[in-house]
């Protein structure tokens, strides 16, 4: 074996030893994001929708589901980064890190899965404003922002109101 | 035969079109702008190695591919797909088109589109294409590496995908009709068929709602090749794979077993290849690292029309790291141990620094 390849070679085992090292040690849980208000998932009015799974939320969120059932495209809204919104829903619904939810939309879009990743908005006013204004857009806001513009969907059979309810 | 199926697919785009003409007027008249608009997204790929080899004094500095992936989306469902490369060689820049994709999404249970695929074999070749950024390893598995002559990397012709109504079990499948490998195995039939016989593959897979980091496929490819010295052999691929993606840990494992056959009777033989690999995103203050490993074999019958003889055979072990120290960025060192079969045993270490350009 050439010197050098013998010397990467120790030092990429020794790589892997000391990570497989660290892998062992106990994970830390995985930060629970809590806000002050649940999360309310709100569609256009037009939506036929009014009850979702949490599963079928997921499924829609990570673009797995890309039609209602009327065939109208969704249309994904998500808060831009560094919103509390924005790192519950990465948390509960998407369960990735802000780096795994980014690789995820590339990822996607490379294997034309999708040919748009989901619209950014940066504010609770901007993403009512689109949801009324975009037939089959979905997203989430807190729940005590909710208007008469928009509609929201329950999960689970349940609303933000309502105990039980999986996004609070 | 094949003439009605391309006349009834075109017919069908035009439809598509049509209807998504309609529909954009329609937006107009509602006076909605965003859907009818085009919109434009970039995605730059690129990579950047140091390649050691036992036994040779050839080690050195490698620019690996250089890619570009551009996706427009006019309207709610008609999209083009396009990812183009340029790969360093000893005295000229190659460049490809990948992939050119024209596509139209009827629905979650009907895309149809039309254009240059990486085949829907197994798992690999059609979830990392040219992006080594999204790999957490420094290259492809040998039977699925670019240029691989084991599996048919692309093919050229039309593909029919998406969900089948199964609830929680999230089926999908992928149906596509085309141009199988040129006489150079190793490339497609790019500027036409080289004989009247189209290639055809299905693929069912399912990723389940409840376990969504999950993705579990079977399938099977068939074509008949025309060879210029030989006879045509008939190539039949089954393949199967499940993938578990959430890093905590990361599994692949894919397997295809091929059957070549002379048309006409005569000398037939059986290719198998696999791989499996794992790989383990660390927590906390270590979250920017990932250690994986990988073995890998493909066994190939010397009586086989298509591959026996070829010193294709080939055994490996693979032990790496990956340091994400930038949200676009990776560095990926990997130690690798390889017998070929026609060229016997290789220790090699390699060092990449791969990257992505991206809006999102």
New interface residues.
């Given amino acids: 074996m050439s010197r050098t390849v013998h010397i990467m070679a120790r030092l990429t085992g020794w790589l892997a030893l000391a990570a497989l090292g660290l892998a062992s040690t106990p994970r830390a849980h995985a930060e629970e994001i809590v806000t002050s208000s649940p999360i309310a998932i709100v569609v256009h009015r037009d939506t036929a929708v009014d009850n979702l799974s949490l599963e079928e939320l997921r499924s829609i969120f990570l673009a797995n589901q890309q039609f209602w059932d009327n065939r109208m495209r969704i249309t994904l809204l998500v808060r831009a980064p560094q919103s509390d919104e924005r790192d519950f829903v990465l948390n509960r619904i998407y369960q990735m890190t802000e780096a795994q939810f980014r690789q995820y939309w590339i990822a996607k879009m490379f294997r034309a899965e999708v040919p748009r990743g989901p619209k950014i908005v940066f504010s609770t006013d901007m993403t009512l404003e689109l949801v009324l204004a975009i037939p089959g857009s979905i997203s989430f806001i807190r729940a005590d922002a909710v208007t008469d513009d928009v509609k929201v969907v329950r999960i689970d059979g349940r609303l933000p109101s309502e105990a039980g309810y999986p996004l609070q | 035969m094949n003439s009605t199926v391309i006349i009834r697919f075109l017919a069908c785009l035009s439809c598509a079109l049509a209807a998504q003409s309609a529909a954009a007027q329609g937006d107009n008249a509602h006076g ?1 702008g ?2 009818d608009a085009q ?1 434009y ?1 970039f ?1 730059g790929f690129g990579d950047i190695g140091y390649l ?5 004094d050839e ?1 050195g500095f490698v620019i690996g591919q250089v890619v570009a ?1 551009l ?3 006019m309207g ?2 008609f ?1 083009v ?1 396009g ?1 183009f490369s340029a790969t360093a060689r000893d005295t000229e820049y190659a460049t490809e088109v990948e ?1 050119l ?1 024209v ?1 139209y ?4 249970r009907f895309k149809l ?1 039309a254009g240059r695929y990486h085949t829907p074999i197994g798992y690999w070749n ?4 040219h ?1 080594a950024w ?1 790999q957490t390893s420094v290259s492809r598995p040998e039977m699925v590496r670019f240029g691989s002559e084991i599996v048919p990397i692309h093919f050229v012709g039309v593909l029919l995908e998406g ?1 089948l109504p199964s609830g ?1 079990l ?1 089926l999908n499948y992928k149906a596509g009709f085309g141009n199988g490998r040129h006489a150079n195995i190793a490339r497609a039939g790019d500027a036409g068929d080289i004989n009247g016989d189209k290639a055809w593959m299905l693929q069912l897979g399912a ?1 389940p ?2 376990y ?1 980091a999950f993705d579990i496929g079977v399938g099977v490819y068939n074509d008949e090749i025309a060879l210029p010295l030989t006879a045509d052999v008939e190539e039949t691929t089954v393949s199967a794979y499940a993938a578990w993606s ?3 840990p990361e599994v692949i494992l894919e397997y295809l077993h091929s059957k070549h056959e002379a048309v006409g009777g005569g000398a037939s033989g059986t290719t198998d290849g696999w791989y499996a690999q794992f790989a ?1 995103r ?3 203050k ?2 920017d ?5 990988r073995l890998e074999k493909t066994e190939i019958d010397a009586s086989d029309p298509l591959l026996g003889g070829r010193g294709l055979d080939y055994d490996a072990g693979i ?3 990956r340091w ?1 120290f930038n ?1 676009f960025a990776a560095l990926k ?3 690798r141990r390889e017998e070929f079969g026609n060229a016997g045993r290789e ?3 390699r ?1 990449q620094l791969s990257f ?1 350009l ?1 809006q ?1």
């Fill in positions: 909605g965003a859907a919109q997204h995605l050691s080899r036992d036994g040779t080690d992936h996706v427009a989306s709610e469902s999209s797909f990812e992939r994709i596509k999404d009827f629905s979650d589109s059609s979830a990392f294409h992006g999204l969900n929680d999230g990723r709602r409840k969504h959430r890093e905590q383990w660390l927590s906390g270590q979250r690292w990932k250690p994986y490993a032990v790496g790291a994400d949200p060192a990997e130690y220790n090699n270490f060092l992505v991206t999102l």
